[in-house]
């Protein structure tokens, strides 16, 4: 909150930038040291170098210790999308799985994952270079609200709209389509971007389609400087692998 609120009173647009490699060296050291594997799930590739960085970070760390074991997983997305494929992990690591059952059960959740949201402006996305300046022009000319969503870990447009309120019903409808079509609801998430009314109503509708109540969850500083204040989303996974082609 505190950022978004600086971020209001500033003419300046804040950068974001990825750890440095000595960052995950220390971190992968520390767990090898203590005589644990480790499993780094992390965002994805093709939205920050963080996954080369971490690849890097692990053959440092081999170089001074050839025996650890490392993997390290491109998440292949963002915020709790990318927070279910680390829990699936977690979650194997719990129970005792080997390091490639750690690896499978974060890259299986991946493919039971959705993620659509809707930004309240473009010119966020546009600034970050996440969509181009011809894109972000043309949606404002014509008054169009984009779903977006996450697919092969980029951010890409799921359908277009004239209105955030056909947004919201048309998210809320694929979100029910997919429980449907896919073994039924694993787990849901609401998401918001500094605003958590909007969230908290959104959620609400979110959970009538879910049959239970759905926790609103805020995004953090580094997604919300490109996505932009007041965006809403959805994101879940299903029992079954999930199409999003």
């Given at each position: 909150?505190?950022f978004?609120?600086a ?5 300046s ?6 750890p ?7 971190l ?12 780094g ?6 939205m920050s170098?963080?996954?080369?960085t ?6 440092l ?7 650890a ?11 709790l ?21 750690v690896v ?20 966020d ?6 969509i ?30 004239r209105?955030?309120?056909?947004a ?37 509708r ?39 082609s």
């Amino acid at each position: 909150a505190a950022f978004y609120a600086a971020l209001a009173a500033t003419s300046s647009w804040p950068t974001t930038s990825q750890p440095s490699v000595q960052d995950i060296v220390d971190l992968m050291e520390e767990r090898v040291s203590a005589g644990h594997s480790v499993v780094g799930v992390f965002i994805s590739e093709l939205m920050s170098g963080t996954y080369s960085t971490a690849l890097l970070a692990r053959d440092l760390v081999c170089e001074k210790h050839p025996d650890a074991v490392i993997e390290v997983v491109d998440g292949r997305s963002n915020s709790l999308e990318l927070g279910f494929a680390v829990l699936a992990a977690a979650e194997a690591a719990a129970e005792g799985k080997s390091v490639p059952e750690v690896v499978a059960a974060a890259e299986e959740r991946i493919r039971h994952t959705r993620f659509l949201f809707t930004p309240a402006t473009l010119e966020d996305l546009r600034r970050g270079g996440r969509i181009g300046n011809a894109q972000a022009l043309l949606a404002t000319l014509l008054q169009i609200k984009p779903i977006l969503t996450v697919a092969d870990g980029v951010t890409d447009t799921f359908a277009k709209v004239r209105t955030l309120q056909k947004a919201h019903s048309l998210i809320i409808e694929t979100f029910a389509s997919d429980i449907e079509a896919f073994g039924g609801l694993g787990e849901a998430y609401v998401h918001h971007i500094n605003d958590r009314s909007a969230g908290e109503r959104f959620a609400e509708r979110v959970s009538e389609v879910a049959g239970r109540p759905v926790e609103v969850r805020d995004i953090g500083p580094v997604i919300g400087t490109h996505v932009g204040p007041g965006s809403v989303a959805v994101v879940y996974y299903t029992n079954d692998r999930l199409d999003k082609s």
